[in-house]
T-cell receptor
Framework: EEQLVESGGGLVQPGGSLRLSCAAS????????MSWVRQAPGKGLEWVSI?????????ADSVKGRFAISRDNSRNTLYLQMNSLRAEDTAVYYC????FGVGLDYWGQGTLVTVSS | DIQMTQSPSTLSASVGDRVTITCRAS??????LAWYQQKPGKAPKLLIY???SLEGGVPSRFSGSGSGTEFTLTISSLQPDDFATYYC?????????FGQGTKVEIK
């Protein structure tokens, strides 16, 4: 059974850094397109980033240059390195698998990131 | 960026009602549109992909239609488990974008 489990969220000060992890089971992260989506408290969904199987990456303009998506094939884990964090980055962060042509078909449970002094 | 506009933002309906949600794209996205259902405190769940294809395990009362810039999600007979927020999402161009959501409430 395919499963995604995020971790690494927490409280961080503005300007700080945090790395989120997303451990996958039931499928291979490196063979799939993997994405991060976030949701600010009480708000809608915002796509953040995607990593292709060929290492191509794309980012939302709001995080470009501050966030970096990567994976560790040996751990079957996706990461999101978040630097220069701002209050507006406060959100639940979900990792999800993008099944090509289908959409985001498997999602983790989310991890909350709070940026506040 | 492609803007996705859903209407209505909130919908009040009763069990058994036929419900339709509309999603409009600011430019053509062919059929690269997905619909998700989200319940409070939970991750979104994929319902429909490529505008009209039903994801495995999703009840057949859900259907999607449209192409280009105008799309609809229809629930043929609303069930108690369907009260939730629904989002459309385009995956034709980066950055991918979501609609603002439609909350389906109990009337």
């Amino acid at each position: 059974e395919e499963q995604l489990v995020e971790s690494g969220g927490g409280l961080v000060q503005p300007g700080g850094s945090l790395r989120l992890s997303c451990a996958a089971s039931g499928f291979t992260v490196s063979s799939n397109y993997m994405s991060w989506v976030r949701q600010a408290p009480g708000k809608g969904l915002e796509w953040v980033s995607i990593l292709y199987s060929d290492d191509t990456t794309h980012y939302a303009d709001s995080v470009k240059g501050r966030f970096a998506i990567s994976r560790d094939n040996s751990r079957n884990t996706l990461y999101l390195q978040m630097n220069s964090l701002r209050a507006e980055d406060t959100a639940v962060y979900y990792c999800a698998r993008h099944h090509f042509g289908v959409g985001l078909d498997y999602w983790g449970q989310g991890t909350l990131v709070t940026v506040s002094s | 960026d492609i803007q996705m506009t859903q209407s209505p933002s909130t919908l009040s309906a009763s069990v058994g009602d036929r419900v339709t949600i509309t999603c409009r794209a600011s430019q053509t996205i062919s059929s690269w549109l997905a619909w998700y259902q989200q319940k409070p405190g939970k991750a979104p769940k994929l319902l429909i992909y490529k505008a009209s294809s039903l994801e495995g395990g999703v009840p057949s009362r859900f259907s999607g239609s449209g192409s280009g810039t105008e799309f609809t999600l229809t629930i043929s007979s609303l069930q108690p488990d369907d009260f939730a927020t629904y989002y459309c999402q385009q995956y034709n161009n980066y950055p991918w974008t979501f609609g603002q959501g439609t909350k389906v409430e109990i009337k």
